[in-house]
């Protein structure tokens, strides 16, 4: 079930740029027996690794948009930290927690379509040559926007592809296929710099991550991430999206159902 689920962690991050992390802490935590701010950091580990080596593919088609990756990655860096800092200090409880409320919201998003009206606003919106101050608007409104996914996703201790693919399709303007390569670049960045973070806590706590699992992970995860990239270029889009959105929800109520669960052990115990 392990090596399954490092495998899936690969696909998903090749089929749909994001989804790797979502997999990745419940297995560590759930399956590998990991305790949870270990997990965390691991998982940013992993999926960080396994992002850089699925992202080669995309850039050398050009498909990466490295405007959007400097307009949201480098504010979601920022969120990052001090979301992954926030994180340390609080119950792991709250976290997973939480991380269930980001798979409903991430679920939402892929569901939700944008109407007629909103579609043609993105693309007359996308034709249209700004001025200074409309172009200054707009990379504050991204730059926002990345900040904040990247301190929500700093904070559950993923790298938050689930939250960026929306919303660069969405917010951003971006085709899937541009959104996926793109999100795998900035999760490659937040990754980095979340893992730094809750390595550095792990330390004054006496902790550790185990780097055999991060290897064997991002080993399996990257050979995974291929098929799931072939797999991904020859399903349609909207498909796609929603058996994402429906893998979302069922994850969440899992994750929900685990901790209730934990929380009633631990009440009856005592």
């Known amino acids: 079930m392990?090596?399954?689920?490092?495998?899936?962690?690969?696909?998903?991050l090749g089929l749909m740029g994001?989804?790797?992390?979502?997999?990745?802490?419940?297995v560590l935590l759930y399956l590998v027996g990991h305790s949870e701010k270990v997990v965390f950091a691991e998982s940013m580990a992993i999926v960080g690794i396994i992002s850089a080596v699925a992202v080669i593919p995309y850039a050398w088609k050009r498909t990466v948009c490295w405007v959007t990756v400097v307009r949201f990655g480098i504010p979601g860096v920022v969120g990052t930290y001090f979301g992954a800092a926030a994180g340390l200090m609080v119950d792991p409880r709250w976290q997973l927690l939480a991380f269930a409320l980001v798979l409903g919201l991430?679920?939402?998003?892929?569901?939700?379509?944008?109407?007629?009206?909103a579609l043609e606003k993105l693309e007359l919106r996308q034709k249209e040559i700004p001025n200074s101050t409309q172009a200054l608007l707009e990379t504050l409104k991204i730059a926002g926007e990345g900040l904040i996914v990247g301190a929500v996703t700093g904070f559950v201790g993923v790298g938050g592809g689930f939250?960026?693919?929306?919303?660069?399709?969405?917010?951003?303007?971006?085709?899937m296929q541009q959104a996926v390569a793109t999100s795998l670049v900035v999760?490659?960045?937040?990754?980095?710099?979340?893992?730094?973070?809750?390595?550095?806590?792990?330390?004054?706590?006496?902790?550790?991550?185990?780097?055999?699992?991060?290897?064997?992970?991002?080993?399996?995860?990257?050979?995974?991430?291929?098929l799931g990239r072939a797999i991904g270029q020859r399903m349609?889009?909207?498909?796609?999206?929603f058996a994402f959105g429906i893998f979302l929800v069922l994850m969440g109520v899992f994750v929900i159902y685990q901790e209730f669960r934990k929380m009633t052990d631990v009440a009856i115990g005592s």
């Open 2 to 12: 392990v090596y399954i689920g490092a495998a899936i962690i690969g696909i998903l």
């Open 18 to 26: 994001s989804g790797g992390s979502i997999l990745t802490v419940p």
């Open 106 to 117: 991430a679920a939402w998003l892929m569901f939700r379509r944008p109407s007629k009206v």
């Open 163 to 175: 939250l960026i693919v929306p919303a660069l399709v969405l917010l951003g303007g971006l085709k």
């Open 187 to 226: 999760i490659v960045l937040k990754s980095l710099i979340g893992f730094y973070k809750y390595q550095h806590g792990l330390a004054e706590a006496g902790l550790s991550v185990s780097w055999e699992t991060i290897g064997l992970f991002s080993v399996i995860g990257i050979l995974g991430s291929f």
């Open 236 to 241: 349609p889009q909207e498909k796609l999206r």
